[in-house]
DNA sequence: GACCTTCCGTTACACGATATCATGACGGTC
DNA sequence: GACCGTCATGATATCGTGTAACGGAAGGTC
């Protein structure tokens, strides 16, 4: 497998108890720099959207923390999602209504990713998008829209998968 | 206006019984072509996301329908809107969950276009991308991912609502 | 402490989508 | 005509996604 695709796609469920936390401690500090608050309930809802490589739903994370005792209503699960969202430590998947773990962390660079979403095992990987954002952003001037959100999503197998090495 | 722009957003609203006719007549035709069957409540369902330039959600169309006295099922509107998506007549915005009429109907050039959604009137323009789907699956094919579906979606302001001349 | 802002809990609800099973409409075949 | 297969529709229920509104709690700032 190619440094990008290793890159990009992880085997999905190797959650790493070291890794995880080293996940939410750049979190935190994401939070800080944009004074934020990294409020007990964000980390938790972080914690469990950073826990796996797959994308995961609002009511996934809610079954979730209601496993480990945590009870909370939707809305709860929807506003740390939000904040979650605002300091860029997640993304979300419009085409599956769900939403993953940010592993890239360049938003210095400023450069977009796009998302590739394996039908399989659920991972969702990003990899550079700029030139293709861009693109979009010309098509748009051309027809005299004046663009404000992009969404670029691709929904396929992973490498992993269409090699035959993802679950079945 | 440039001649792109009125083509891909024409007023929202400006609904015309004769342009309608046509459009329905135009997707009977998809429909013979491909071998299905353009069945009455399929034309219904049609007629009410033609009837707009604008995206329109499943029980929008539900609840116009049983304005016009034609009480149906949920699952029946969906069931009607797939057949649509499988004729070609309408498309799936993925980041609204909402449906609208195909303008173009240039299947035969095979290039595909990319959506434009405003977000002040709902008017949804397409314009050709087939050089920004290319660059997707070249994307994908650097990352070894075997892409099959691609979804790219654009909000903003139409050129009429970016001018002011949009109902507010 | 008093104040303000932000976050969270609770309830209820709107909207989007599907599962399941039953009925109807049509064409072909014997 | 009777039978059968296929596809479209109907009816009911349920699940998944997302938000409104209101009040209370937690944490900063003076």
Do not use: W
Not at 56 to 61: M, Q, R, S, V
Not at 95 to 116: E, I, Q, V, Y
Request: net charge positive; aromatic share 8%.
């Amino acid at each position: 497998m190619s440094d990008v695709a290793r890159i990009a796609f992880p085997p999905p469920d190797k959650t790493n108890g070291k890794r995880l936390a080293k996940a939410v401690e750049r979190a935190g500090e994401e939070f800080a720099a944009k004074n934020l608050r990294f409020t007990k309930l964000r980390q938790m809802v972080y914690e469990e959207i950073a826990a796996t490589y797959a994308s995961i739903g609002a009511y996934e994370i809610l079954a979730r923390l209601a496993d480990k005792g945590t009870r909370v209503a939707p809305i709860s699960i929807y506003r740390a999602i939000d904040a979650l969202l605002e300091a860029g430590v997640i993304h979300r998947l419009e085409s599956k209504n769900a939403f993953f773990a940010c592993r890239r962390m360049d938003h210095r660079t400023g450069r977009r990713p796009l998302f590739l979403s394996c039908e399989k095992c659920g991972a969702v990987g990003e990899v550079d998008g700029q030139h293709i954002f861009d693109l979009i952003g010309e098509a748009a001037v051309g027809a005299k829209f004046q663009a404000r959100v992009k969404f670029v999503e691709v929904q396929g197998l992973c490498p992993r998968c269409a090699a035959g090495g993802g679950k079945e």
